[in-house]
């Protein structure tokens, strides 16, 4: 079954991260309940893979001024049929910053996921309301990188970590920031 590599993944989360469990197994029920949970065509919602972009130093994070949601957001987007939701972190990440040379972290924390959310999207023209069900990790720029705004966004952002606050107030954005700092050891988190 193509979904098992990310109930599995999921799993390996909610043990990593006792504290995302709940959201983990929200997660892994849609999944389940839903063989076309990878496709934008599946209308209660979709999984979809984002990436906390981090600058080589470790003192900045990239953020996009999402074009149609008129906010700061991490980079990411739709799986459209791609099962694997760390390749979708990396394709749209690379996709929206214009920065090929993305990687993750060695390790578990480049393997595993950074964190899981579910949130709401707003209808639009021709598409409901649904929700994402989005697989987030962590992925460190090369030094020197310098991003390229697309089609997506209004601006693409590298922003002092200590001044993340003053941008995002979204308790998974900030979850993740957090999380980042530990594995990186940077700085204390906001």
Known sequence: MHREPLLRL??????????????AERIARFVRAHPDCFERACL??????????????GRRV????????GRWLQLGGHADGEADVRTVALREAREESGIEALAAPPGDAGALP??????????RPGEP??????????LVAPPGATPRANDESHELRWIPR?????????????????RA??????????
Not at 13 to 21: F, G, S
Not at 46 to 53: C, E, F, K, M, N
């Open 181 to 190: 700092r530990a594995i990186l050891g940077v700085g204390r988190a906001p």
């Open 129 to 138: 309301t649904h929700l994402h069900h989005d697989v987030r990790f962590l």
């Open 162 to 178: 200590d001044r993340l606050a003053a941008f995002v107030s979204e308790k998974g954005m900030l979850r993740m920031e957090r």
């Open 114 to 123: 950074l964190d899981v959310d579910v949130h709401p999207i707003p209808a």
């Open 44 to 57: 209660p919602g979709h999984v979809t893979g984002s990436a906390w972009v981090v600058s080589a130093d």
């Open 62 to 69: 990239l953020l996009m001024h999402h074009r149609k949601l």
């Open 10 to 23: 999921l799993a390996a989360h909610a043990a990593r991260h006792p504290e995302d469990r709940a959201r």
